[in-house]
């Protein structure tokens, strides 16, 4: 450690603004809207009509339970609250944090009303001596997975009360190594065929459920994003970390802008922000202007 | 909060390093931070800042008090902490009673040196007592500096009803207090530090540490740091260590820094004072 | 000072039957499920909701297969009143005002719809000026609404006095109820005109409850309209960029 070299404090000047709130900028602004619906208002008689998510029955009348603008699929209406947490589907793709280890499995959280499970028959571990019933369980499967990892996974099964139960039984599965984890809300995900994405040199696994991770992308295809070993050697070069903070702030951006986030938004964002040093990304104008941007490249305008 | 894994934290500890963080700032780099005074009007000063996604408000009342005998001429400034569970489910309850004290405490000992002689009414007779309560609503990390520019807001933008000393026949003062709402006065801030909390990931310094970077964080240290970068404490938190020469390097660069963090929140405060019709935004808008 | 002056105005300016000025904004904050902040004159109050979620492991214990576990915290800020207040939450006032809400919110929420979890409301009073657990049911019912959470229908409270000569009067301010009499809070469910919680600050005449209950009535469905076009903006606002959740 070298002693107390003043040029050294010099160089390093402090960045902060402070603004009023008189400066606020907001990414939202009051549009025209089709007939909305608010808890208890009544939506129609019962009779020829099923009634889906979001409303319920009263004395015969159906009413709203939540805010929102009513669908129909033929005889069924349903609501769809703009904020909630995720509601899973078999076949999609989660990313999920893993919260305790339990008896032959580990619970998950997914953004959802409660705990996702993955089974220890769910994932694919190497060799299968796993498989025997044994009373060091736990300790074997605190080595492929503890409390605080994160792992992708597909939706195998939904129980009854709404617990999702996943698994990796796939190699583009599993613990996910370094990166950043992006929460937005689970409505701003669109379920699409793929969610796994390469954009502009790094990679990104979109949750169903809104968590959305970015990685840089693997040097070689034998390191998949699945697989189980730990990687804390690796050091992602700087350019890689500038398009990941890059990406953060485009998807910050969109979900404060309520837009949908999935490849094409994305892609569109990231290139508007090519523009702004990545040091700027954070200052509210800048956002603003991702934002206005890339709804205009898409055609999307209030 | 939310537990991190190791790659995670590698990644940012990595990041720290090489001066791109985890959402693009520089090593010293502060996020957006937005400051409004005047926020809960019944109070006799308040402001409200947000520093990224953390949210303080604190809010200053003033009452007398009889000095002692060790400091005649001195008022008393006293801060008060509580984090709302609003901030997070942690803080419900006897668990955010607690967390709140340990930090209150804290804040206490950083502010205890501070020389308050303009509190003084009259000399061992009466002397103000000046409350700031502080309200956590949101917290993302770096919650001690937030505070630190909301009290120093919240103190410069204070008006405190002027009490006047009467002569009476025996001699004996009598202290009433002004009947004009128009006639107060604001205390003087110049010795009101800023905290600057500076933490050591991997083997580089920091400012402005989120919650998921304080999780990375080897060292911790909070230092009080007044308008000249006179260094008033410092508190080290959290468990970890550094070498001697690290600590000074620490010591020389929050001097700096908080040179730099009380020339800006002046002039906003100013800029803000300077606004010819001025709503209160607050929640709204 | 009379609570009714003889040109019939109260002491703020307000005729009997008028309710002071309510501004409100939903989503405030962005680490929670559902947020908002409501003010109704100088009384302001925050509202966070968190989940449905996981039981925590403090209150595993009320874990129900049938319903989800409703869990409320009512707290006042330090400088909330002009009385300075050593202890924000667990004193019997906030105990009271917490199981309150409680009940309140029971009372609509859809909790079978969520077994086996949990739903956190919180409540923070920034300032307090009359009216606090009253803003605070109204900002409960918008926090709720912003998280989605499925409610049977709105959960709006108002509160109604008497003043000078035996009239009714609503929406009473910090001044009134302490040079006053009783105060009556209720908590009503407006579009099916159900009350979910009744509350009198003293004792009241028979003869008067109904006017006054009546006078409260009315101040909550007063107070419902300004909040559902509230939730209906909102709404425009964070849901034209999505087609409001359409593909």
Known sequence: ??????????????????????????????????????????????????RGHGTYQDNGRIKASVAGVLEHVNKLIMIRPLKSRYNGEIGDVVVGRITEIQQKRWRVDANARLDAVLLLSSVNLPGGELRRRSVEDERMMRQYLSEGDLISAEVQNVFSEGTMSLHTRNLKYGKLSQGVLVTVPAPLIKRSKTHFHTICGISLIIGTNGYIWLYPTPKSTEEGAGGFARNLELRVEPREREAIARMQCCINALAESRMMVYDTSLVAAFEVANKFSVKELLKPEVKLEIVMLTQHMMGLNC | MVRLSPEEKIYIIHGVEDNIREDGRSQTQYRPIEVETGIIPSAMGSARVKLGNTDVIACVKADTFTPTWNKPDEGKLQLHVDLSATASPWFEGRRGEQTSEEITTILNKAYESIKLESFCIVPQVKCWLVDVDISVLSCDGNMYDAIGFAVKAALATTMVPKIVASEEDEGEKELQITDDPFDTWTPNVSNIPCLVTLSKVGDSVMVDATNKEEQCSSFTCILAVT??????????????????????????????????????????????????????????? | MELLNDQGLRLDGRKPDELRLIKCKLGIFTHTDGSAFVEQGNTKVIAVVYGPHEVRNVHRAKTSADGAFVNCQYSMAAFSMSERKKRNRGDRKSTEATIHLHQTLAAVIRTELMPKSQIDVFIEVLQSDGGNFAASVNAATLALIDAGIPLREYVIACTASLGTGNVPMVDISNLEESLGGPTLTVAVLPRSSQIALVEMSQRFHLDFLEPVLKMAMKGCDYTFKVLDMAVESYLSEIGKPNNWGQA
């Open chain 1, 1 to 50: 450690m070298a002693g107390l070299d003043r040029e050294d404090i010099g160089d390093k000047s402090v960045s902060a603004s402070f603004r009023l709130a008189s400066d606020r900028i907001s990414l939202l602004t009051p549009c025209e809207h089709p007939e909305l619906y608010t808890p208890g208002q009544d939506i129609g008689p019962e009779t020829g009509l099923l």
């Open chain 2, 227 to 285: 308008e000249t970068g006179k260094i008033l404490s410092t508190f080290k938190v959290g468990p970890g260590s550094v070498q001697p020469v690290t600590f000074s390097k620490l010591i020389l660069e929050a001097s700096s820094i908080g040179r730099s963090l009380h020339s800006e929140l002046l002039s906003a405060l100013k800029k803000e004072n300077g606004l010819r019709k001025r709503e209160i935004h607050g929640f709204l808008n």
